[in-house]
Structures are given as structure tokens and as C-alpha cells.
């Protein structure tokens, strides 16, 4: 089973707004992302956790706040989005091994749109 | 930032024939993945590769990592119209220590359409 699963589908929010984008996973997984992808785009990297440790923060505005409060929970938080912010967010999950590398599973993603 | 070279960027084809895309890089990568995504859906993983020239099948599909290490291919044969996506390669590195840095790096997608 490679479930990872996000909450909302959808979501659309003002550019005053707060909202949050929240991912779940099951599978024992350690590391956790958030990726954005834009339409017909490959998904960009934002962040990665490592045993609920923020490791890697590839530049992401502060308006995109991430948050892992368990090995199995992250979070999204959103505050003051533009427009441009506008993109299906993808959580992902993975386990990493000496072995077989570290293979990422992606969930459905949330769209979102910024008004 | 790095890229991946994937081609085709589209294709068409018809059902029943075979296709087959391919991804190629200047530098070497550990870990070779191929992802299937539909519209409005997150990516889901197709093929996993390991190890330098690893040939893997799952169903239909079949991919290769290349023994330079530099590139993959995939291959599907018999298309069907569920077929019909967009097919992404990405490559991971292994970082200090045999641990992978998690980081994956995308190439730029094949979309396949299927004619009945």
C-alpha cells in the first residue's frame, strides 16, 4: 500500500487569507515533501523533512510555511499567497535506503487557487 | 538548475502500437523513476531502477537504466486509450554517506495521446 493522502482536493483562498493544506501518510515513511507543480510542468521541489527535521528549504518564500508535526503528518500553512501562488501542491513520502535509493510517492495533490 | 533531457515531448499514436521515450543527462544518477500523471492527479510511480543496466517490467511498461548511468528508457507496448498521460522521468542521486538527499530531478514530460 502507497497511500499518501491530502486534504483539500480543492481549495481556493483570497490573498488575505490564511489556510493550511495538511498530508497524511501510513507507511512508516521518514521523509516527507512538498512539491508545486504548474500546469504541463514537471513538480518543483519547496521542502523535505527528515525524521520530522526540516532538511532541505529550496528557497520558498516565507508565505509557504511547512510544518511536521508527527512522522506521519505535514502540513502546509498559507498566508498572504499571490496570485501566481496558484498550483496543484503535492505531498510526498518516502523511506530511505542504502539499497534501493529513496523512491518517492506522490499523493493527489491539492489545487489551489488564489484570487 | 539541472535538468533532464526526456523525449519525446509529445506523442500520438494509435492503440496497439508500441511506445517509447527516453530521458538522457550529463551527469550520473543512482536512481532512475518513471511517473505516470493524469490530469488533475498527482503522479504515480510506474518503474523504480536501481542499478546500472537494470531492465524492470511492470505489465506492459519496461524501462532501463543505462549502464553509463546517464540515461533511461521506457518502453510500452500494446497502447491502450487509458494510456493516454503525461510521463515523467527523474533521476535522484545518492549523497554523502549512501544516503539519498531525496532530491529528484524532473525531466520536462512526454504527453501521450491514444487514438482509438
Known amino acids: 500500500d502507497t497511500e499518501v493522502t491530502q486534504t483539500p482536493k480543492h481549495l481556493v483562498m483570497g490573498m488575505t487569507n490564511k489556510k493550511s493544506l495538511k498530508c497524511e501518510q501510513h507507511m512508516g515513511h521518514r521523509a516527507m515533501y512538498w512539491y508545486k507543480q504548474k500546469a504541463k510542468k514537471p513538480p518543483e521541489l519547496m521542502f523535505v523533512y527528515s525524521y520530522e527535521k526540516l532538511s532541505i528549504n529550496e528557497s520558498v518564500p516565507s508565505r509557504f510555511s511547512p510544518e511536521c508535526p508527527n512522522s506521519s503528518l505535514l502540513n502546509l500553512h498559507l498566508h498572504a499567497l499571490q496570485p501566481e501562488d496558484s498550483a496543484l501542491y503535492l505531498c510526498?513520502?518516502?523511506?530511505?535506503?542504502?539499497?534501493?535509493?529513496?523512491?518517492?510517492?506522490f499523493g493527489e495533490g491539492s489545487w489551489l487557487t488564489v484570487v | 538548475g539541472q535538468q533532464l533531457n526526456q523525449s519525446p515531448q509529445s506523442m500520438f499514436i494509435q492503440e496497439g502500437e508500441d511506445v517509447s521515450m527516453n530521458c538522457t543527462s550529463s551527469?550520473?544518477?543512482?536512481?532512475w523513476l518513471w511517473y505516470k500523471q493524469d490530469p488533475g492527479e498527482g503522479p504515480v510511480l510506474l518503474i523504480a531502477?536501481?542499478?546500472?543496466?537494470e531492465l524492470t517490467s511492470n505489465g506492459r511498461l519496461t524501462a532501463q537504466f543505462g549502464i553509463t548511468r546517464k540515461d533511461s528508457f521506457l518502453n510500452i507496448s500494446a497502447s491502450i486509450p487509458s494510456d493516454v498521460g503525461i510521463y515523467f522521468c527523474?533521476?535522484?542521486?545518492?549523497?554523502?554517506?549512501?544516503?539519498?538527499?531525496?532530491?529528484?530531478?524532473f525531466g520536462q514530460g512526454t504527453i501521450l495521446t491514444v487514438h482509438p
Open positions: 510526498a513520502s518516502s523511506h530511505p535506503s542504502r539499497d534501493r535509493g529513496n523512491t518517492i510517492y
Open positions: 551527469s550520473i544518477f543512482n536512481t
Open positions: 527523474a533521476g535522484q542521486k545518492v549523497g554523502a554517506g549512501g544516503t539519498s538527499y531525496g532530491k529528484l530531478t
Open positions: 531502477l536501481y542499478k546500472a543496466g
